[in-house]
């Protein structure tokens, strides 16, 4: 019987069904006119979720309603959550920049990810982000001086080369070193300090007969 109707209006049918679709297509419009503020997210670690009143967000530029003293929460497993209040105004940019601490190793996380590092450069704005900053890229800055070559005075004798091993499979760090050479760690030590750098900042790897 419904079937039959069907086919008796199929005018009628068309009609509706063509407003229906007509109506969901306005008021998609009208909802993608009212999402009229515009949110820029760059957090560190990059697995990090930003949420804005519930809704769940990533790295990333997205149009939201405006809205009020929202809250902003940012998380990640492994690290210290951040949460806050902001504004999104409609019509603007609001840029949502910020890093987390790793509950485990603190900022010293940021030595071991190059591309989560390369984020914190860009949103760092306190002073304990931008501290280890310029500490970090202090210690980074070894790799202008290497291969390092040191030829015994003062170490005891023999030669000293230390290499780039920051490609080495067993290197976690965004810097390791490599010592071509059997001699032991008060020599390297001495060789770093004299270039004004820390043994004990970098992953140190020995050359050995059998390999490294």
């Known amino acids: ?4 109707y069907l086919l008796a209006h199929k005018k009628l049918v068309a009609w509706v069904a063509i407003s229906v679709i007509v109506i969901i297509v306005v008021i998609l419009v009208i909802l993608d006119i009212l999402r009229s503020t515009t949110v820029s997210i760059l957090v560190t670690p990059r697995e990090a979720t930003v949420s804005i009143n519930g809704d769940n967000y990533t790295n990333g530029t997205y149009r939201i309603f405006p809205t009020e003293r929202a809250t902003v929460t940012i998380k990640a497993p492994g690290f210290e959550e951040k949460s806050f209040e902001l504004d ?3 019509n603007t940019t609001v840029a949502i920049q910020d890093y987390l601490v790793n509950l485990e190793e603190g900022m010293s996380y940021y030595e071991s990810d190059a591309e ?22 202090q ?4 790799k202008d001086y290497l291969p390092l070559v040191h030829y015994g005075e003062g170490i005891g004798g023999g030669a000293i080369e230390i290499t780039d091993a920051s490609d080495a499979e067993n290197c976690n760090r965004i810097v390791c070193l490599q010592v071509s ?4 760690e008060d020599a390297v030590k001495q060789v770093l300090r004299d270039k004004g750098f820390n043994y ?12 490294v």
């Not at 989560?116 to 890229?137: G, M, P, R």
């Not at 050479?181 to 032991?184: D, P, V």
């Open 1 to 4: 019987m419904v079937k039959d």
């Open 88 to 90: 999104f105004p409609a």
């Open 116 to 137: 989560d590092y390369a984020i914190l450069k860009l949103v760092a704005k306190d002073e304990t982000a931008l501290d280890f900053i310029a500490d970090f890229e």
């Open 139 to 142: 210690k980074l800055s070894i």
């Open 181 to 184: 050479s059997n001699i032991g």
């Open 200 to 211: 004990d900042d970098y992953l140190v790897f020995y050359q050995t007969y059998n390999g």
